[in-house]
């Protein structure tokens, strides 16, 4: 059994429309001459009471001062409409407003310089230097002290707040609504900023929705975002067709594209994860870049880093580090472990109801098991070894004849499990009260060590990993390592492990999966002989591979740290006949059959240092063959012996 594992311009020339009208002919005439000399001439002085001819009203030195035809005009204020020749329907209001504007119509200016170049039609400006320099733009409103200020040709914008739009050039359909909206937007279109310094940053990225205190602050040229909340997606630069619901929602994000977060602080240090969706207060809170990750619940996947985690539930999955492919429903989870699927909490969760499973039948199945942490699992050969001992009688047997002083096991079972399998030998005279059991990535099978003699040191290797194709992978068993002390003045070290198997899986392939896994274990034979370059080394265990596979030269090594491959081979009273470099010796050491093919391998070594070379019993070293070794494993024990004791592997 198993367990789960971011110009002025000045104006040279005046012209005045029309002169007060007289009832005096003679004025009259000299009225004509005065227009027919206009350009050469000044107004009339004072300027008459605020109205003209054509509708317009004019309050203020020079205000509306180059009108010709332009009617139904109001400008109250130094300068204002100054250049107005035939424009019409425009209202200025304020020292200079619209003071450029010749032709343009429908304007409304209220505000020092407010609208002062433009000459586009149908805009709004309420406040100093409020689209002061907007040419030909058309179609915008700008409310409050230099809302719109650079727009020059930018139309259909709408900008309520003090600075809001403040550098918008030629960008069309936005809105800033807020101290600072939009502020540094030029070519952006279509976004949409409420609250201060909304969308502040965004320079050139459209389609963005930011409502709220500096949502979206960050954003130059991000486009597709939408950011709800105080602070939401403050981070976001470049990321794209993102959506962050919710204060500090996305805070960190910079170049993540696609994300959903929902909820204070959803996914708020995500910098530049991909397609992770958060809903709920902290869900994906200390994602960084995982990807393809759903928390949906209050602090779900809290602490999860790795990628295609599913959390469903309140605090789901918040107890995931690094892993990934999980998925927890209503649990916590375990940090650290991947590929697990988990329901419910043990203990309260009383009975599970699945519909579609009775009365179904499949083919060629196998019986499904549970214990009683939950874990679900079917029981393969080497499974009966693990959960039951009776199975396992005859190679016991074997075991207890040969009573070993040290026991090395790869595909153990729990912890739980390992217990008692060593109460099981040591009611039968085997006691090894020095133990070892390691749990790796993978939650299920594991690597053991038991022992007669004391452990000086342990050293469970459970947590390391390796780039493949630029994705992070575990060594999925991990290694189990001990330093041995047989004597007060003798000790050794010992190293096992169960490296990947050749089973296809569709994340990578599983030669390469392998071969990474080796050269994780070699760097831990370097370690031990960098610490003692004469060590006394055993490693041991099932390699999954044959002599010749890079996997297991990896581990072998070169040089002066080369292990020696001692090769058990059955004692069937065959001569092993000549070795050589290029052939091995003609006795039978298969270790693995493999039924589905019909096929004999050596995958199960025990390799040794050059310094415990020299204390190897070499014709105590043997492939056991009990009558019945296949009840209880597709692989058969191996065996070496050494002047100071027995190492037994067995799986």
């Known amino acids: 059994m198993h367990y789960p594992d971011f110009s002025t311009i000045r104006v040279a020339q005046r012209f005045i429309y029309q002169l007060a009208l007289c009832r005096c002919s003679v004025i009259a005439a000299i009225a004509f001459a005065s227009f027919s000399l206009l350009p050469t001439t000044s107004a009339l002085t004072p300027a008459p009471d605020g109205g003209y001819g054509g509708n317009n009203t004019a309050e203020g030195t020079d205000a509306l001062f180059s009108l010709t035809s332009g009617f139904f005009n109001t400008s109250v204020g130094t300068f204002a409409l100054y250049h107005n020749t035939t424009a019409s329907n425009n209202t200025a209001v304020g020292s200079s407003a619209l ?11 209220t505000g020092s310089y407010a609208l002062f170049a433009n000459t586009g039609i149908d805009n ?5 230097d409020a689209l002061t320099n907007n040419t030909t733009g058309n179609f915008n409103t700008a409310n409050g002290s230099s809302a719109l200020s650079h727009n020059n040709t930018g139309s259909d914008n709408t900008a309520p707040g003090v600075n809001a ?7 069309t359909d936005n809105t800033g609504n807020g101290a600072n909206a939009l502020y540094n937007n030029t070519t952006g279109i279509d976004n949409t900023a409420t609250g201060s310094a909304a969308l502040s940053g965004n320079t050139t990225g459209d389609f963005n929705t930011a409502s709220g205190f500096d949502a979206l602050l960050s954003n130059t040229t991000g486009s597709n975002d939408t950011a709800t909340g105080v602070n939401a997606l403050l981070g976001n630069t470049t990321g794209t067709d ?66 295609n985690n599913i959390g469903i539930g309140s605090n789901a999955g918040a107890n995931l580090s690094n892993g990934s492919n999980n998925i927890d429903i209503g649990n916590l989870g375990v940090a650290g472990e991947s590929s697990k699927i988990r329901i419910g909490k043990q203990g309260t969760q009383k009975n599970t109801y699945i519909a579609g499973i009775y009365g179904a039948t499949v083919a060629n199945g196998v019986a ?35 009573k070993p002083d040290v026991l090395a096991l790869q595909e153990m079972g729990s912890a739980r499990t390992f ?8 009611s039968k005279g085997l006691d090894f009260p020095y133990g070892s059991h390691v749990t790796g990535f993978d939650t299920n099978i594991h690597v053991a060590i038991l022992s007669r003699f004391p452990f000086r040191a342990v050293h469970p290797h459970t947590n390391d990993s390796f780039l493949l194709d630029g994705r992070r992978f575990h060594v999925s068993r991990g290694f189990a390592e001990v330093e041995i002390a047989v004597a007060t003045n003798y000790t050794f070290t010992l190293v096992t492990a169960h490296l990947k198997s050749k089973r296809p899986i569709g994340v990578a392939d599983a030669d390469e999966l392998r071969l990474e ?12 002989f960098a610490a003692n370059s004469g060590a006394r080394l055993v490693v041991l265990g099932d390699f999954n591979d044959t002599p010749d596979a890079k996997s297991t030269k990896a581990i072998i090594g070169r040089g002066k740290h080369k292990l020696v491959d001692t090769r058990p081979s059955e004692r069937n009273g065959d001569l092993a006949g000549p070795s050589t470099r290029s052939h091995a010796p003609r006795t039978v050491a298969w270790t693995h059959f493999y039924a589905v093919q019909d096929t004999y391998s050596r ?25 019945g070794w296949g009840i209880a494993s597709d692989h058969r024990p191996i065996l070496a012996t050494f002047n100071t004791g027995t190492i037994y592997c067995h799986r």
Do not use: C
Not at 372 to 383: F, I, R, V
Not at 419 to 426: G, P, S, V, Y
Not at 517 to 528: G, H, Q, S, T
């Open 124 to 128: 709004t400006a309420t406040g100093s």
């Open 419 to 426: 217990e008692e399998f060593r109460k099981t030998l040591a």
């Open 99 to 109: 003071y450029y504007n010749d032709t343009g119509a429908d304007n409304t200016a």
């Open 242 to 307: 993102n959506t962050g619901n919710g204060a500090n929602a996305l805070y960190n994000n910079t170049t993540g594209i696609d994300n959903t977060a929902t909820g204070s602080a959803a996914l708020t240090r995500n910098t530049t994860g991909n397609y992770n969706t958060a809903s709920g207060v902290n869900a994906l809170f200390y994602n960084v870049v995982g990807h393809d990750n759903t928390g949906e619940g209050f602090q779900a996947l809290l602490n999860a880093k790795g990628s």
């Open 517 to 528: 896994e080796a050269k994780v274990l070699r760097e831990k034979i370097d370690a031990v």
């Open 368 to 402: 499904v098991r549970i214990d009683s942490t939950g874990h679900l699992g079917t029981l393969t050969s080497s499974a009966r070894f693990k959960e039951a001992i009776k199975p396992m009688d005859k190679a016991s047997e074997a075991i207890l004849a040969l």
């Open 165 to 171: 739009l403040f550098s918008n050039k030629t960008g």
């Open 603 to 627: 995958l199960d070594y025990i390799l040794l240092s050059p310094a415990m070379a020299h204390e190897w019993v070499t014709n105590e070293t043997f492939v056991l063959t009990p009558p």
